[in-house]
T-cell receptor, first 115, second 114 residues
């Protein structure tokens, strides 16, 4: 089947604006993850959903960041009052089980640029 | 805080050479994954190791998980230009409150010249 898809692939926004990033996981995968990758760094965990609920949101940097997964499939990462420091590639991943080991399959990412 | 330290950060070699990339931590992980990432794409899973001391082979790539499940290595034999990419190791948390999250290293950027 199709892999993880993310839209848009690129987003340029002005400082202070609101953005939404969308993730479509692999069909049937119950777990969904958001990561952020800055230049020269490995991905950094943001939030993890098991079904519709956020099982771990401890990686969200502050209350400007919020994510939802209302029907247990598609997820949206929402960033309010964007800042230049939010510029990064936002990666989404999904996995088929919450059990060990965690083999996560990543989408191509959304490159967010805040000007 | 980087839980996983990868070395070297950059590696530039000629086709046909062998290389080893290291991934070290003071933390114990329930499993460790190796990913490869190319520019403009998401990481692609190469292998998962679960048991301390485990060795897995994927064609010319050999992955080893340390006995204490704190470190891992990736060895490539006879590297080819197609091996060029960013190699990332990621550890899966074993604590109930953080189950599911992966802790990534900063990656090793490998360039193989023809």
């Amino acid at each position: 089947g199709a892999g993880v898809s993310q839209t848009p692939s690129n987003k340029v926004t002005e400082k202070g604006k609101y953005v939404e990033l969308r993730c479509d996981p692999i069909s049937g995968h119950t777990a969904l993850y958001w990561y952020r990758q800055s230049l020269g760094q490995g991905p950094e965990f943001l939030i993890y959903f098991q079904g519709t609920g956020a099982a771990d949101d401890s990686g969200l940097p502050n209350d400007r960041f919020f994510a939802v997964r209302p029907e247990g499939s598609v997820s949206t990462l929402k960033i309010q009052r964007t800042e230049r420091g939010d510029s990064a590639v936002y990666l989404c991943a999904s996995s088929s089980s919450a059990g060990l080991p965690y083999e996560q399959y990543f989408g191509p990412g959304t490159r967010l640029t805040v000007t | 805080t980087q839980l996983l330290e990868q070395s070297p950060q950059f590696l530039s070699i000629q086709e046909g050479e062998n290389l080893t990339v290291y991934c070290n931590s003071s933390s114990v992980f329930s499993s460790l994954q190796w990913y490869r990432q190319e520019p403009g794409e998401g990481p692609v899973l190469l292998v998962t190791v679960v048991t301390g001391g485990e060795v897995k082979k994927l064609k010319r790539l050999t992955f080893q998980f340390g006995d204490a499940r704190k470190d891992s290595s990736l060895h490539i034999t006879a590297a080819q230009p197609g091996d060029t990419g960013l190699y990332l190791c990621a550890g899966a948390s074993r604590r109930g409150s953080t189950l599911g999250r992966l802790y990534f290293g900063r990656g090793t950027q490998l360039t193989v010249w023809p």
